[in-house]
T-cell receptor, first 113, second 113 residues
């Protein structure tokens, strides 16, 4: 059974650029959630996708957007990058939206200069 | 609205000593509660969870937690600390149908030889 994988591992961008982060969910899981973890903080919920539809969103601006594909993998896109977007971005997959136990990937470390 | 408070951003214990990491939650609905561990430069690993039923929950690596509704607490304990337990620990509550986890700010556990 393959766990949650994320790519790339690290990424450096400059202010104003756009970035796409990718996540492959664990085999059999149909739900993907994305979290932002700033340095020294707990993860904060960005949004969740269930069967290719958005199923909840946290307090993040519209320049944070996402997709889920038929194979349940997912992308997180961030436009017009700001310095404060520098963080570890975590993807988590689960079988059931809402109450399903979430399994986390290793994360993508994004640095915005 | 749900929230999580972790008391103590940093806890230091000696190897072999009791580990106690505190978590209090606020929830308007019966909560699902989780403890995750994060090792440096890694994602989150689930230690244990409480959904319904028995209030004393046993997890991996000898950790356990007790759900106390009257105290709105879900403290994490381990009878005897090991050097490999040094990591950051996050308590989280699930928002149910919304699907996302709300995390505390984390407690960094140090283990002295």
């Amino acid at each position: 059974e393959t766990g949650v994988t994320q790519s790339p591992t690290h990424l450096i961008k400059t202010r104003g650029q756009q970035v796409t982060l990718r996540c492959s969910s664990q085999s059999g899981h149909n739900t993907v959630s994305w979290y932002q973890q700033a340095l020294g903080q707990g993860p904060q919920f960005i949004f969740q996708y269930y069967r290719e539809e958005e199923n909840g969103r946290g307090n993040f601006p519209p320049r944070f957007s996402g997709l889920q594909f038929p194979n349940y993998s997912s992308e997180l896109n961030v436009n017009a990058l700001e310095l404060d977007d520098s963080a570890l971005y975590l993807c988590a997959s689960s079988l059931l939206a809402g109450v399903g136990e979430q399994f986390f990937g290793p994360g993508t470390r994004l640095t915005v200069l | 609205a749900q929230s999580v408070t972790q008391l103590g951003s940093h806890v230091s214990v000696s190897e072999g000593a009791l580990v106690l990491l505190r978590c209090n939650y606020s929830s308007s609905v019966p909560p699902y509660l989780f403890w995750y561990v994060q090792y440096p430069n890694q994602g989150l690993q689930l230690l244990l969870k409480y959904t319904t039923g028995a209030t004393l929950v046993k997890g991996i690596n000898g950790f356990e937690a007790e759900f106390k509704k009257s105290e709105t607490s879900f403290h994490l304990t381990k009878p005897s600390a090991h050097m490999s337990d040094a990591a950051e620990y996050f308590c989280a509550v699930n928002r149910g149908s919304q699907g996302n986890l709300i995390f505390g700010k984390g407690t960094k556990l140090s283990v002295k030889p």
